[in-house]
């Protein structure tokens, strides 16, 4: 991702208004750090955030923020679309983020609500606390809720050499999104 925001965007060095969900801890210094930006870190449950929020509900007017990250949550929260809607209303209108999450190469995401058990969750999703299974939909899948979703090959269009230096994965795809319409 840092990789990413240096070689793609102007993250280091415009005004920007940032909402960070879940912050990374590695991440959170450093972009407080940087002086060019308003940074805001929320979370349902972490100490680490300075918003306590739910993604689902999010507390700030309309056009508030010109980028969001929301990395390895969509796939721990019950309505992604819903969440995902939220991003898209307080993005401002040439706003971007980033959402990772997991994605497995099955046709479609796979969730089940009626599964509650953790151990059972763990079976079917990989993980207690997830409540779906990301497949190659996912992008199409995150359109739903309104917002613009670029596929970004970043990775493959960078050196072998920088691949292996940072150890990121060669086929990963950084899925980019940009303010929409509303569904």
């Known amino acids: 991702m840092w990789l990413y925001l240096k070689e793609e965007t102007d993250f280091f060095t ?3 208004k940032v909402l960070h ?3 990374e ?13 308003d940074y805001i870190t929320a979370d349902i449950e972490s100490p680490l955030a300075k918003v306590k929020m739910d993604v689902h509900q999010i507390p700030f007017p309309d056009n508030t923020f010109d980028v969001i990250f929301c990395n390895h949550v969509l796939e721990h929260v019950a309505d992604d679309l819903k969440a995902c809607a939220e991003f898209n209303r307080v993005l401002k209108p040439n706003g971007w983020g980033i959402l990772q999450s997991p994605v497995y190469n099955l046709q479609k ?3 089940d609500d009626s599964i509650t058990d953790p151990s059972e969750r763990e ?4 993980q207690r606390d997830h409540v779906r299974k990301f497949g190659n939909d996912y992008a199409a899948r995150l359109r739903k809720s309104g917002l613009n979703i670029e596929e970004n090959q970043f990775v493959k269009n960078i050196s072998k050499e920088l691949v292996t230096q940072y150890a990121l994965a060669p086929d990963e ?4 999104c940009k303010k929409g319409t509303t569904p």
């Open 21 to 23: 969900i879940a912050p």
């Open 109 to 111: 995401t796979l969730e």
């Open 123 to 126: 079976k079917l999703f990989g």
């Open 14 to 16: 415009a005004k920007l």
């Open 173 to 176: 795809i950084l899925f980019i």
């Open 25 to 37: 801890h590695c991440f959170i210094d450093r972009f407080e750090d940087l002086k060019n930006l």
